[in-house]
């Protein structure tokens, strides 16, 4: 009898322990996976069935309750139960598995961040800008394309496409989402390849900014990490605003922003569903599936996101519907936007902003230089520049097809425009056809006085003069323009007809491309702001800058140098000069220049001599006044890097200069004599809107 009192008091104790062993295993196991994973509802999970399992197991040695598969001949032989070993072994595996992972998370937290500068202080590389005087953008600096915004920068239905496209849990899950991981895992399972990633929008964040790209198993172990406590840090809209503004989605574009400019060409703000469904399906495979590459397959992607969109609630269907049928159009794939707009301009400003605040400055920390460059003014100077060598070419005369497509491939080549000069490597897809825009155009018939033109799918027959030029050229060169030959071509309305018989048709036009090339600077004289610059006839085909690099001689137009030194030396416009034969005694012998015509003036005022460009009055000043004084008022009106020879020669235009510096000398006139300094930048700032540099005005 004691001793059955004695065994019933040893198995209450055994049971009190028991309780008070398995509850503080209960509440660490709570504790510790809700804080490795951040889920009430997985920790409060995994504790009720630890629960269970201590209750199916019982006390060890004491029969707690009877289980029905218990041996009938041993009343204390429970470990035979299959049941209570079930239930053991379930207890086991999770206290030793929570304690395992718990170390191991401990371990590994040690070595991370605790505040996350480099995320709360998110400083990425962002493209530099130029911006023209009116503030529109004409040139773009970037090793990253990434144009940072704020949230509320972000319109509501870009945010809603990438969240359905990569975490529709986003807002529920505390940085790692346990039912995405289960849900991706089975269905990769199912279809017996990677389908899915269990990643979340968090954990791509630690990835991109703090862990790193390397494929290894404590990798995403650290990413998961990393993603618990950044969610203890950030809130979601900031997480997702970093997430928004660095994820890559092809083509060079970093952030939702660039790739609005990139693939559509607007700005974010105007982005629709569609496009909107366009981009956030890039993400997956940003090389492979960007809208530039194949087509067919972001297509794909697009209408997962918007069924994604519709399930997850953030769109209708009436809204997805909408958006499968909108067309897209994108932009030309490879047209580098510095050499759209200014091209010549942008690399000047390039080169100096490289040289003054070097490359990390220029490519990663979003520079705004604001120019002077006037977007206006700056095309009308190019068209100028080229419609100028195109004539002075097509005077010249015709000089041959510029290529010959096979017959097969003919239809291929008037699905779309193509314009000329051929560029390497790029292929621009312009939807129309831009009247002045030069062309390949592929002959299609020729016929009497005729020769017809495709352009595109566009058909056009060659004005009556170009086809006498190429009739010129078969006959000076014994060839003939066949069917299926490429010329250079134009297109242009014309006025035909008078009266009610007027009317306004297209014709196609020759254009040559030229084999000369010239240069122009416009600058404004009052400040030396620079209005216009163009330094070629095509940036694609030579990138060599005329205006600024190229030195050629002066000529004639030193002369009002060499007038301004007579005056400030005593000289009036009044004064009487000789315009008579002169020579001078040189190292190489007896220099006897004379005017272009042959012909003297004999006596007359300065003022006639400038006005008529006569050589031997400036000769004679030059003598007068002396080669290095007229050397020192050249370098003091602008003329600094220019080759000026220690010559009488000077006076008749032998240095060599740029149009740049010329174009700012001349300026020195209208403004009373004081100096003009060409000015291409008024201010410089960096991202956080600090100016590192203004200008106001190159006078004095």
């Known amino acids: 009898m004691q001793k059955e009192i004695e065994m019933k008091w040893l198995h209450d104790i055994c049971r009190i322990v028991w309780f008070l062993m398995v509850a503080g295993l209960a509440a660490f196991i709570f504790w510790a996976t809700d804080k490795i994973v951040g889920s009430h509802a997985f920790s409060g999970g995994l504790t009720l069935i630890l629960l269970f399992a201590a209750y199916g197991a019982g006390a060890p040695g004491v029969p707690w309750r009877k289980s029905w598969l218990a041996m009938r001949h041993g009343r204390f032989r429970f470990l035979?139960?299959?049941?209570?070993?079930?239930?053991?072994?379930?207890?086991?595996?999770?206290?030793f598995g929570t304690f395992f992972t718990f170390f191991v998370f401990s371990a590994i937290e040690c070595q991370l961040p605790d505040r996350f500068e480099e995320v709360a202080l998110y400083r990425p590389m962002i493209s530099s800008r130029v911006l023209g005087r009116d503030g529109r953008v004409i040139g773009e600096f970037f090793l990253e394309k990434r144009i940072i915004v704020g949230w509320e920068e972000i319109p509501a239905h870009v945010r809603a496409a990438f969240v359905a496209a990569e975490d529709k849990r986003f807002y529920l899950h505390h940085g790692i989402d346990l039912i995405g991981i289960t849900r991706a895992a089975y269905t990769n399972v199912k279809a017996r390849k990677i389908l899915q990633g269990g990643s979340t929008i968090t954990q791509q964040v630690a990835k991109l900014l703090i862990v790193g790209r390397e494929k290894s198993f404590m990798r995403k172990i650290r990413e998961a990490i990393l993603a618990r406590k950044i969610e203890k840090t950030l809130p979601k809209n900031r997480i997702l605003t970093i997430y928004l503004n660095h994820v890559y989605l092809g083509h060079g574009a970093y952030g939702v922003k660039a790739a609005a400019e990139v693939y559509f060409g607007k700005d974010l703000k105007d982005l629709t569903l569609a496009e909107a469904a366009l981009i956030a399906g890039?993400?997956?495979?940003?090389?492979?599936?960007?809208?530039?590459?194949?087509?067919?397959?972001?297509?794909e992607r697009q209408l997962y996101v918007l069924r994604e969109m519709v399930d997850s609630g953030v769109a209708s269907a009436v809204e997805a519907e909408a958006a499968r049928r909108e067309s897209i159009v994108l932009i030309s794939e490879r047209d580098d936007f510095n050499w759209s707009v200014a091209p010549y301009f942008v690399e000047y400003v390039r080169k100096y902003i490289y040289r003054k605040y070097g490359r990390e400055n220029l490519f990663g920390r979003g520079l705004e230089i604001r120019t002077t460059l006037d977007l206006s003014s700056q095309l009308a100077a190019e068209e100028a520049v080229r419609r100028g060598l195109e004539e002075l070419s097509t005077r010249l005369g015709f000089s041959g097809p510029i290529g010959n497509v096979p017959e097969a491939e003919r239809d291929k080549f008037l699905a779309f425009p193509r314009m000329h000069p051929v560029l390497a490597n790029v292929e621009l897809m312009p939807q129309q056809i831009t009247l002045g825009q030069s062309y390949r155009a592929l002959v299609l018939r020729r016929g009497g006085a005729d020769i017809s033109l495709g352009i595109g799918r566009e058909t056009y027959k060659l004005d009556r003069q170009?086809?006498?030029?190429v009739r010129r050229w078969e006959t000076r060169k014994n060839s003939r323009l066949e069917i299926g030959d490429l010329i250079s071509a134009r297109v242009e309305e014309q006025t035909i007809g008078f009266g009610k018989r007027k009317r306004v048709t297209s014709v196609a036009r020759l254009v040559e491309t030229p084999t000369v090339q010239s240069a122009l600077v416009a600058l404004e004289a009052k400040t030396g702001e620079v209005r216009a610059l163009v330094g070629g006839y095509d940036f694609h085909l030579s990138q060599f800058d005329r205006a600024t690099q190229a030195f050629r001689q002066a000529g004639s137009s030193i002369k009002p140098f060499v007038y301004t030194a007579a005056v400030e030396h005593g000289k009036t416009e009044a004064d009487i000069v000789l315009d008579a034969p002169v020579s001078v005694q040189t190292a190489s012998g007896i220099w006897a220049p004379h005017n272009y015509k042959g012909e003297f003036e004999g006596a007359v005022t300065l003022r006639t001599a400038l006005a008529k460009s006569l050589n031997t009055v400036s000769v004679r000043l030059a003598l007068a006044i002396g080669v290095p004084e007229i050397i020192n008022y050249m370098r003091k009106m602008g003329l600094e890097r220019s080759v000026i020879p220690r010559h009488i020669s000077i006076s008749l235009g032998t240095p060599d200069v740029s149009p740049l510096e010329m174009t700012a000398s001349f300026a020195s006139f209208p403004v009373g004599g004081r100096r003009v300094r060409p000015v291409f930048i008024t201010r410089v700032s960096d991202s956080g809107g600090r100016v590192l540099e203004e200008t106001k005005s190159g006078i004095g």
């Open 80 to 95: 035979k139960s299959v049941e209570r070993i079930f239930c053991l072994s379930v207890f086991a595996f999770i206290v």
């Open 466 to 469: 170009d086809v006498e030029r």
């Open 282 to 299: 890039a993400l997956k495979a940003p090389t492979a599936s960007a809208p530039l590459n194949d087509f067919g397959r972001a297509r």
